[in-house]
């Protein structure tokens, strides 16, 4: 019996034709065993779930794939990917590669992600509000927060904001505690204020590689204009772009996340955390601090570091988290993907904080406080469980709030 | 079937409008300038009776601000032919003179349909596409939101829009101008890399519009909402604001 004949690399409509090959390359490894599909949080509402949308792409059924649900209602995950015995890259490969398909082709898009993408390319953050006012936030932060270019010197830290926790209202709250913190551990940083733009996570998920690219080499060049010694991020999504895409197009960084950067200062934030805060609380890991950048102890020491603290964990906890169902530019699919599914992922995973007993449920990805607060109400939870960033809980126990 | 599309770039109120020193016109240095919202819809109406009539677009637009990125996005969309239409003024021209340069630009041409936005934000006297009809003797219909080409080129059946709810279906005798008010869907988008592929390719066409003449409607004062008689502005966070209102409906007796 001779090899099983591996079918010729079907050729894939449009501009993306080469990209598509090297996945389809890589993806002759796929030895079907459907752990993927058998992972996927999204897998059932999926027209074709991954293990059977790859084996489709192997046929040379390119178009409908990319015509079905399934590129849309991928959120990132990335729980197939680490699960993966041929380690193949289906949530950051695969996906964004039929998505751009998609967007290449200049099919139609879904409203909402349209206008967030317009918005990006216009003002360089998915809510189309002016990057004049991206340091707004920091006016009322009752402590100084400087910005990089008028500063005219090197800086030891560089924070990168990012767009949620630079604009939206609970994200803004979190920023400024953010800062005091900084600002009593006596850190020297300093933020990009209006030069900052959007880093491209969403925008390369959702398969808009030309944005993505035009992020990029404005970020770059903003990035090269100045001296620091590190980078801190308060958006996983960004963080986990800007350390493992980035470097690959030239932009290399010393970066990490904020949780992180507190975590390796515990012991001078120690003495710092005086107020008990007595609470059971759970701990939500991000996909991008959990499985992509496996940053699973530090949110987990700084919690614990807090007096009177209870740590519970869900059942679903670290390399197995539930997602949020907001990643992958999937937060500005949420209409699309209501109508497809039974119970959001937000809403699954509310319920799994309530069967721990906890009634707070700790966050340190800024989609986050926002998707899980309205999925509290949803699932009729009020009053039950409260969602609060690691920075909340820490400004509240260092009592800068 | 040839369809022009006229389109003009406006100021990006997401990036806010200062009022320059003379308090007569809005300053240059502030602004950014967009694509015009109906202007936007009027090329995507264009261009959906393209795909079903596979007529040729061109797009004409005047040199207001960066005029390039939105000629460039309309080549992007498959826009056959786009002109930068120069004009010698300074400020973007009223609608009348508007309305002159792009009749001077269109006379001689021959097209079936003139789209245009029936309004844009900065628009002072009337809207440019009547006033274009009536510099080129051609039927007007304003607010339209449906374009159907009826009987070869020769006749269109057009939906437009009425106050309270209610819409017309007319029979227009081409050529006509039309002022569209929203395309039948929403504006398409244009992947970045080809809208960057177009950018770094196009060679734009410009037309040198006929000379400008004198303003007929004269700015004699441009300002902010000004807080009136009997009126009160409340500022503050949400919060502070709905405690003000709160506290200002009680001692109104508006609540109990």
Known sequence: ??????????????????????????????????????????????????????????????NEVVESNTPWLCVSCHTCAVRCPSKLEISDGLFPALRAAVVAEGKALDQDLQKALQNTYLYGNPMGISPKKRADWAKTAGVPVPVISQLKRPVDVLWIVECNPSFEPRGMEISRLLARILNTLGVDFAILGSEERCLGDCEWLAGERGLFEMLIERNIEILNKYKFREIIMTDPHSYRTLRNIYPA????????????????????????LKKRLSATITYHDSCCLGRKTAHYEEPRMLLAAIPGIKLVE??????????????ASTIYLDRFIQERVKDRLADRRIMQAVATGAETLAVACPFEPARFEDAVKITGQE?????????????ESMELN | MNIAVLTKQVPDLVEGVEIDSTGKAVDPESIRYILSES????????????????????VFSLETGEVRDSLCAALAKGADRV???????DAPPSNHTAAKIFASVLQGLSFDLILTGVRAIDDLDGSLGGLLAGYLNLPYVGLV???????GTS??????????????????????????QAAEQPPRYVPVSRLRQVMKTASLEEKDAAPVEAEIVEVVRMFKPEEGAGAAILSGTPEEVARQMVDLFAERRLVR
Request: aromatic share 4%.
């Open chain 2, 145 to 151: 939101r449906k374009v159907e080409m009826a009987d």
């Open chain 1, 383 to 395: 009053g039950k469980l409260v969602v609060r960033d690691i920075i909340e809980l820490l400004a």
């Open chain 1, 314 to 327: 869900m059942i679903q906890n670290r390399e197995s988290a539930l997602c949020c169902g907001g990643g």
């Open chain 1, 1 to 62: 019996m001779g090899l099983v004949q591996v079918p010729p690399i079907p050729a894939a409509p449009g501009p993306l034709f080469p990209e598509l090959a090297r996945a389809e390359e890589n993806f002759r490894k796929c030895i079907q065993c459907g752990v993927c599909s058998g992972s996927c949080p999204m897998g059932e509402a999926m027209d074709y779930a991954p293990r059977k949308a790859v084996k489709m792409l192997l046929e040379g059924r390119f």
């Open chain 1, 249 to 272: 197009l030239g932009g290399r960084y010393n970066v990490q996340p904020v949780v992180a950067f507190l975590a390796e200062r515990l012991d001078h934030l120690k003495p710092l």
């Open chain 2, 83 to 89: 002109v930068i239409v120069a004009t010698s003024a």
């Open chain 2, 39 to 58: 202007d936007d819809h009027a090329l995507e109406e264009a261009l959906l009776l393209k795909e079903r009539t596979q007529a040729r677009v061109e």
């Open chain 2, 155 to 180: 006749m269109a059946v057009i939906q437009k829009e009425y106050p309270g709810g209610f819409a017309a279906e007319l029979e227009v005798k081409l050529p006509a101008v039309l002022g569209v």
